[in-house]
C-alpha cells in the first residue's frame, strides 16, 4: 500500500546559508498584512463566538509572524548542551532525570537542573483538580475523540495547515506505515487522559516530555539541512506549529465531537482546555499563545491558519495514505475470518472518508485526493443516537454515568490494539535514520 512506499520529493532550492537565516524578514507562507486582516465574519458575530474580531490585529499579527523564529528555548538549550559531547551519554543522563528525577543523577549539570526544575514546579495558573475534571470529562468522547483526532484534525491538517507535512516529510512520516503513526498518536492521547497520568511521573507527563525532546532534537536537525527553507517556512517546528498542533486536541476535539452528538457542558468545556493548557505548557509552548477558552482556542487557531500558505504535492500523498489506511487495518479477533474482515475495511473507509467531509471544501478533497461528491453520512446518521444515549445516562444519575465514561474509555484503548498491528504500544521510537536519534 502507498504509506508502506519510501517516496522521495526533488530537493527545494537550498538556503544560502541556512545555519544564520534571516529572521528580520517574515516567511513566505504567512499571508501578508492585508489579507490576513481582512474580516471575513461580522464584528458583532466574531465577538459573540470568539469574544474579540476573528482576524488579529495588527500587534497580534506581528507577533504570531515573530513567532514563526522561535522554538522551545528550554528544550533546546538542553538539546544544545547533549550535543557538546557525548550526546548518548547525556541523553541517558536526561532519561533518568525524567524517569527518576533531577536528584537522582549525580552532579547533575546546570542545564539538566534548570529544565527539571522548570518542569517540576507546576505553574501558578494550574488547578490539579480542575485538570482532573478535564481527564474525566475527556472520556466521555469515547471513540469519538480519535474520529475527529484522524478525520478531522489530522486530514483537515494535511490541507490547512500545510507547512506542517515539510516536518512531516524530512522525518521519514511520508514512508512510515500510516497507521502505526496514527497508534503512537493514539497512546500519547490515552496517556495524558489517564487518571493521575499527569502527575509529575505519570505516564502522559513523561511521554509528553519525551515527544518535547523529540521535537527539540528535529528542529536542530532541520535548521542545519540546505533544504530546509527559512525564507519560506521560518524554524522547524516552530511557535505557531506548535500552538495549531496542541490547539488541536482542546478547542477541535471540542468542536468536533458536538458534531458527532457528544454534548459538552461549559463546566467540561473549562476542565478540558485547562487540562489541554497544561500540556500545551509541557510541550514547550510559551504561555502567551495558551488558550484559556474554548473559543480564545479557536481564534488562535485561526490565526495560526493564515500562516500556512504553501500547498504542495505532500497534500496528497499525505491524504491518500491517511483515505487508504483502513484497507490495511488490523481487525482483532477476526484473522480467520478474512471475508467478514474485508467488509469491515471497506465500511471503515467509508466512514472515515465521510467524517472527514464535515470539513473539507472542494478544493482541499481535491488536494487530498479525497471523493469530490463523499458526504457525511456517517456523523449525521449516528450523532442523534449518541445524543440520545449521553442523555439518557445523564437522567439515571451519577452512578450510571461514571459506568458509561467507563465503557467508553474501554473503547479508546481497544482502538490502539488495531492501529499497533501486534507490535508493542509506545510513542516514537527514533531509528537511525531518523533526525531525532541520539545514539
Known sequence: MMENTAVSFPD?????????PDTTTIPSRALPWEKASRQWIPKRIAQWVFGAPLAPSEQEWLQVTDALWQGDEAMDKVVAWMFESNPGQRKRQFDQ???RGIESVADAPAELK???????????WLDRDLMEEGIGASHFAGDVAFYVLRDMALMGGYAYFNTLN?????????????????GETGKWLNDVTEPGGLDRFGEGFITTIRVRMVHALVRRNLNTKPQW????????????????????FGPVTLMGVRMFGVPVTPGQSKAVMHM??????????DEQWLALTERDGLRKLYHTFLTHNVPDEKIRFLGEALRDEPLTRRMPGLESKPGLTRVLRKYHYHKHISNSALILGPLQRKQLGMPLLALPWYPVVSAPLRLAQHLYHRMRGRTARALFAERLRERQIRLLDAYFDGEEKDIIQPGADHPAHVS
Do not use: C
Not at 174 to 181: I, M, N, P, W, Y
Open 12 to 20: 527545494p532550492t537550498p538556503q544560502s546559508n541556512p545555519q544564520h
Open 97 to 99: 532525570a525524567l524517569m
Open 114 to 124: 534548570a529544565f527539571f526544575q522548570h518542569i517540576d514546579q507546576d505553574p501558578d
Open 166 to 182: 515539510q516536518a512531516l516529510a524530512m522525518t521519514g512520516a511520508l514512508s512510515k506505515k500510516t497507521s502505526l503513526r496514527l
Open 229 to 248: 527553507q527559512h525564507e519560506k517556512w521560518g524554524l522547524p517546528i516552530n511557535q505557531m506549529d506548535m500552538l495549531a498542533t496542541y490547539l488541536a
Open 276 to 285: 489541554w493548557r497544561y500540556i500545551g505548557w509541557l510541550l514547550g509552548v
